[in-house]
C-alpha cells in the first residue's frame, strides 16, 4: 500500500526531458556566434521572451496535472479499500474549487518561475567562466566554442535537480493539501528503500508524523541540519509521505515523531495525541 503513495519517476523522466527540450533553443542561438558576450545577448532575449516563458509555464503545468491525476488514482485506491472511502470520493469531485485547487495553481506558477531562472543561471556560470579565460589571455573565438559544449553539461545537471527535487515536492504538496482537506492530521514517512537512501532519511522510514509538526530528520541523525521539512520536501530526496487514513490499519507499538523525538508508542498512546 506505502507504494501506491511513492511518485512516478515516469513524470519526473518526462519533466527533465521537456527541461532539456526547451533548453535546447539556448545552444542554437549560440551557434556561428563567435564572440561569448554575442552568446549571452542572444540567451538574456530570448530568455525575456514571450515564447519562452508560455513554453515554461507549459511544461510546469503539464508536470503538476500529471501528479494530480497521478495522485487521485491513488486516493481511489485508498478509498476503495478503507471504512472512510465515500468521504475521500466526495472530496475528490470537490477539490479543484477548494484548498486542493489553490496547492494546485501555486505549484504550476512556482516551477514555471524555476524554469525561467534556469538559463539566468547557467549564464551566471558561463559568465564565470568567460571571465575566468579571459584572464588568461584566450581568445574570444576559442571561448565561445567551449560555450556551446559547456552549455548542455550545465543544463542538463540543473535540469536533472530541478525534475528530481520539484517532483517529490509537489507530489507532496498535494497529499498534504487532499489530507488536510479530509482532516488526516498524520502521515508515515517512507523511503525508496535503496543503497542510495541517505542516513538520516532511513532513521525516518515507517516513523509517524504530524503534517503541522515537521522533523528534522539531520538533527534527529546528529548531523548538521537543512531545517525541519517533511518527505519528499528538501533537494533530491526520493522520499513520500503515505497519508495516516486509519490508524488501526497499521501495526503497533510503532513509531511516532513527537516532540522532538522518535517514540514508540501503543495505539491508545498515539490516540492521545492523535
Known amino acids: ?15 527533465i526531458r521537456s527541461i532539456q527540450k ?3 533553443q539556448f545552444e542554437l542561438l549560440a551557434q556561428g556566434k563567435h564572440e561569448p558576450e554575442e552568446i549571452l545577448k542572444a540567451w538574456k532575449e530570448y530568455a525575456q521572451s514571450a515564447a519562452f516563458q508560455k513554453a515554461a509555464e507549459d511544461i510546469a503545468c503539464r508536470m503538476v496535472t500529471n501528479l494530480f491525476s497521478d495522485g487521485q488514482k491513488s486516493w481511489r485506491e485508498a478509498a476503495r479499500v478503507n471504512s ?6 466526495e472530496a475528490l469531485k470537490e477539490e479543484l474549487t477548494g484548498p ?19 538559463p539566468e543561471a547557467v549564464a551566471e556560470q558561463v559568465t564565470a567562466y568567460i571571465a575566468k579565460e579571459q584572464q588568461k589571455g584566450r581568445r574570444a573565438s576559442e571561448i565561445a566554442g567551449e560555450i556551446t559544449r559547456l552549455f548542455p553539461e550545465k543544463t542538463r545537471a540543473r535540469a536533472e535537480l530541478i525534475a528530481r527535487t520539484e517532483v517529490s515536492k509537489a ?5 498534504q493539501a487532499r489530507s ?34 515537521p522533523p528534522s530528520p539531520e538533527a534527529l541523525n546528529q548531523e548538521r541540519s537543512y531545517g525541519h521539512y517533511h518527505a519528499g ?20 507499538p510503532h513509531k511516532v515523531y513527537y516532540q522532538n ?14
Not at 479530509?182 to 535503496?194: A, K, P
Open 100 to 118: 486542493v485547487g489553490a496547492v494546485y495553481g501555486s505549484l504550476i506558477s512556482q516551477n514555471s518561475k524555476l524554469i525561467r531562472t534556469l
Open 1 to 15: 500500500m506505502a507504494a501506491l503513495w511513492a511518485p512516478k519517476r515516469i513524470i519526473e523522466k518526462r519533466y
Open 171 to 175: 507530489s507532496t504538496a498535494l497529499i
Open 261 to 274: 523525538r522518535i517514540q514508540m508508542m501503543t495505539l491508545a498512546q498515539f490516540k492521545r495525541i492523535a
Open 84 to 89: 472512510r472511502g465515500r468521504a475521500i470520493y
Open 180 to 213: 488536510e482537506l479530509l482532516g488526516l492530521r498524520w502521515y508515515v514517512w517512507r523511503t525508496s528503500e535503496d543503497q542510495r537512501v541517505r542516513d538520516s532519511h532511513e532513521l525516518m522510514e515507517g516513523v509517524i508524523i504530524a503534517w503541522s509538526n
Open 233 to 252: 520536501n528538501t533537494f533530491n530526496c526520493r522520499c513520500y509521505p503515505e497519508p495516516l487514513v486509519e490508524a488501526e490499519a497499521i501495526g503497533w
Open 22 to 24: 526547451i533548453m535546447k
